[in-house]
């Protein structure tokens, strides 16, 4: 089938094929032994809330050095996607995150979050797996955020449902992930309960008439659902003007923080911006 599709295609492109598939085939087998290699590190994100005029969680963000390249996880992800390695994988950024955040959680009433695949929510005993990780790590139910984005396979869409469902009565929060992109439609806020949305940053890059109506439309739907909405992406002071001034309130973005090294985030909590606590006050730079 591949062979295929190379054929018909001109050289320069087929050329880019070969590459694309050597390395995917590179990733994939440097990734399956990146957890024993232990090449895999997280990085974290603050993510704030200028309301309350401090940080409310972290997101942990999976970050895989293999040799001498930080290979990004929006090229890496993908392909362990596409084999079950993501559930291996998963499973150990969920017990890291856990591990390595645990006092600061506590110290500073965050809650930690963290990127869950489909493939993970497919998986029998996914909610075993996670009650197992929070009883190993002490880590309290009410503290973690699962993110999910895909769009949920049609049939399984009952379950994976269900999962959520069960996830949350034991005191978990699930966020819809890159919500307004196409994997994150009003589709899924329809099957799938959540707590919390958080808007895809191409919303915010040239804030457009369109942009805010659309800005506009998500915040109501969370709002009526009492879900919580996070705007992603956030780097420039004036984008932050015009989003307070439109009533959001939590924001993860370079402006704020880059993802750090867990160490690095103790020292963050000491010097972090002194937020605003009005919406007309303006941030100084
Ligand atoms: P995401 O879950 O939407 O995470 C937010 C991404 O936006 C992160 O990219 C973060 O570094 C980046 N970001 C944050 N603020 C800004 C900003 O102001 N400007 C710009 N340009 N980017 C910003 P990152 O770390 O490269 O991760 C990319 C994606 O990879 C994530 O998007 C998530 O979908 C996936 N991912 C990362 N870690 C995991 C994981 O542990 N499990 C799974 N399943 N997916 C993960
Ligand atoms: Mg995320
Ligand atoms: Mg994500
Ligand atoms: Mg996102």
Request: charged content about 25%; some cysteine.
């Amino acid at each position: 089938e591949n062979k295929r599709a190379i054929k018909n295609t001109d050289p320069i492109f087929r050329e880019h094929l070969l590459h694309k598939h050597e390395r995917q085939r590179f990733i994939k087998i440097g990734l399956n032994q990146a957890i024993e290699k232990r090449e895999l590190h997280l990085a974290y994100q603050p993510i704030v809330d200028t309301q309350n005029s401090a940080t409310c969680g972290i997101e942990a963000l999976l970050r895989w050095q293999h040799a001498d390249e930080l290979i990004s996880p929006a090229e890496f992800i993908p392909v362990a996607e596409k084999s079950e390695l993501i559930v291996k994988i998963g499973l150990w950024v969920l017990k890291r995150a856990c591990e390595e955040s645990l006092q600061l959680c506590k110290q500073n009433k965050l809650y930690l979050s963290v990127n869950i695949s489909a493939m993970q929510l497919k998986q029998a005993d996914f909610i075993d797996d996670v009650r197992k990780v929070l009883a190993q790590t002490q880590f309290p139910a009410q503290s973690l955020q699962l993110e999910i984005t895909e769009s949920l396979i049609l049939e399984e869409k009952d379950t994976v449902a269900e999962v959520i469902s069960t996830l949350r009565q034991t005191g978990i929060r699930i966020a819809i992930d890159d919500f307004g992109t196409g994997y994150s439609s009003l589709k899924q806020l329809q099957d799938v309960p959540f707590d919390a949305i958080k808007i895809d940053r191409s919303f915010i890059i040239n804030m457009t008439e369109k942009d805010i109506a659309i800005l506009t439309a998500a915040d109501f739907i969370a709002r009526q659902l009492n879900a919580a909405t996070i705007v992603e992406g956030v780097e420039s002071i004036e984008q932050l003007n015009s989003l307070r001034s439109l009533g959001f309130k939590q924001y993860q973005g370079y402006y704020f923080a880059r993802p750090m090294p867990a160490d690095a985030l103790p020292a963050w909590f000491e010097t972090q911006l002194n937020l605003p606590k009005t919406a007309n006050e303006k941030v100084d730079v």
